[in-house]
Structures are given as C-alpha cells and as structure tokens.
C-alpha cells in the first residue's frame, strides 16, 4: 500500500510518498480501507519531536473508512462497516489496523469524510468544556483559537449548552465567521489584550473558563482573564513559546489549571468516553453541530497538508485522502 511516511523528526519536507507493508490484523483489531484522514494538531507535534515507533514511520491520529478485516476476537465489528478510528499513530495511508474498541459506527447519514474530523477535536472539547471545566448554562468560556476544528467544537458546544461564548482569532475576517456559529464576542489576538478586551466584555468580573490549546505566554497571561474561582483547561501547545505558569498567580483567585489529553481519557474512561463520542457523531449527522473542513488535500501532499495546518490559515479542519 501508499503511505506518507518519515525516517526522522523535522517539519513537513521530511514526507516521503512510498509503498510499504501492509497492516496485520491482531486478534482485537479491524483493517480500516481509508477514505478520509483528519490532520490533527497532534500529528505535527508526533512529526516534529516525538520518537518513531518504527522506521519508517507513518503519522496519524484519527482516519475514517470502510472494515475489510475483522480479528478473531472482534464480535461487534463487521467486514463493510462504516467505521471512524482513532489510534497511536498510522492513519497517513491507504490501509491501517485499528483497535476494534477504539472505532465507531458512522450514521448513515453521515459523510466520512466529516465523520473523520470528529472523535479528537469534538471528543477534547466536550471534555474541556464539561468534564475538565464543568462548564455549565449561564457561565462565561473563552475558547482561544476559535477558528480552528477545537475552537470550532467548543464554541458551538458551549453555546448549545447555554453558555455566552468568547473566542480569540488572527483576524477580524475569522472572528464574523464564528458568530453563525455560537460567538458573543470576539478578540482579535493580533490587535487586541485579550485580557483586557475580557475584562471590559465581562464589566471587570473575568469568565468562569478558558480552553485554551495555545499554552505559553497565553496560558501566562490567562489567568488574568478569570473570574474568581475560573478555570483554564490546557489542552495544546501551538503557540511552541517557553512561557511557564507560575502556579502562585492562581492562590488569590483560587483559580485553577487542568490538563486534557484525550487520548489517555479513552484510554484510561473508555466507557464514558466512548458514548460520549458516539453521541457527538449522532449530533453531528442529525444536523444539531457542524463539522467545517477547510479543504482536503491528496495523501502525496500529507507536506503540503501539514504546512498548511502549520500556517495556521485553515478555518476548521483539513482532510487528507489516499
């Protein structure tokens, strides 16, 4: 099979398109044919640092397609099921074996394509939002971000849940989109304190949450933004700046910090989790919240894909297919 591989850590150019061996199936697995791969914010990071699991090696955390194979232990899967998976690493190819448990069936109604872009990004905003944030109606989140596939998760899902939603974007452009999509107000990060445009929207009181996925300097600063007894869920490192919370600037507000990896919360909840994504694809295909996929790329430009996500100008989530 065609895969886009690489044999060391560096940006996008380290790519190459090449054939290589196809999956083997374990007893607890499923052979996905692959129709759709979300490029996910954390397939950069696993590329830029983080060690191989074998060389070459093929990058991806999230792919959507159709079961050709079934482990022998695997009793609820089925050859031709419309499946989305989340994995360790592999979904940059034509082919991948998957953990049978960490799939799910795709609505009828639902595209693959938009199915794919779904567990990772809404999955960590929901737990953001409720579990790590214990968001509730009538509170006030700042979503960092908004225009990316997370940002545009936890708005529509803090909104929908009766929350008055603030995001931060790049551009005054980005911020109008997000308003079809939830948005009281935005802040333009490049022109404006966030901080104090917070203060001023909230009459001096600070939000009750921030999702922040930008870490550093951001992170820093946000606990200026909190209302008294806030929290900020950490969820991301895309701002790549040095910066280091002092954890002493939360004691007065009695303020705190959470972190949010989602998959170790598969991992570690699988049950919970698990339901909590397959009710979120239900949602998406019944029309109540919107996937936005920017565009998709051909998996022998996964270089191209990946400088794109990188020059942060895709508003949603960006595809690749084989």
């Known amino acids: 099979m065609k895969a886009a591989v690489y044999y060391v850590n560096g940006g996008p150019e380290v790519f190459r398109f090449e054939t290589v061996d196809e999956p083997s199936c374990g007893p607890d697995d499923v052979v996905i044919d692959i129709e759709a791969i979300s490029l996910e914010g954390g397939d950069l990071i696993n590329r830029e640092i983080r060690p191989l699991a074998r060389i070459p090696h093929i990058v991806g955390y999230q792919c959507a397609g159709i079961v050709s194979e079934v482990g022998s232990r695997v009793k609820d899967r089925s050859i031709g099921e419309r499946v989305v998976a989340v994995l360790a690493w592999g979904s940059h190819a034509e082919r991948v074996a998957a953990p049978a448990a960490d799939t799910w069936r795709v609505p009828d109604s639902l595209d693959l394509p938009v199915a794919a872009a779904v567990p990772v990004a809404w999955g960590t905003a929901h737990e953001c939002l409720f579990h790590a944030g214990a968001l509730r109606a009538g509170q ?13 998760a936890a708005i529509q899902l803090a909104s929908a849940a009766g929350a008055t939603v603030y995001a931060t974007a790049s551009s005054d452009e980005r911020l109008a989109r997000l308003e079809a999509y939830g948005m009281s107000a935005g802040i333009n990060y490049v022109t404006d304190d966030f901080v104090a445009r917070v203060k001023t929207l909230t009459e001096g009181r600070g939000v009750d949450l921030i999702v922040d996925s930008i870490a ?36 007065r507000g009695n303020q705190s910090v959470h972190g949010v990896y989602f998959p170790t919360r598969l991992d570690m909840e699988h049950e919970r989790v698990h339901a909590v994504v397959d009710s979120l694809l239900q949602r998406v295909a019944h029309g109540e919240l919107k996937v936005v996929i920017d565009r998709t790329f051909p998996l022998d430009q996964a270089h191209i894909a990946h400088a794109y996500v990188k020059s942060r100008k895709a508003f949603g989530r960006v595809l690749i297919t084989p």
């Open 140 to 152: 006030t989140v700042l979503v960092h971000a908004g225009a990316g596939a997370l940002g545009l």
């Open 216 to 251: 550093g300097s951001t992170l820093v600063r946000g606990v200026g933004a909190l209302a008294y007894g806030g929290r900020i869920v950490t969820v991301g490192v895309s701002g790549r700046d040095t910066d280091r919370l002092d954890p002493v600037s939360l004691w």
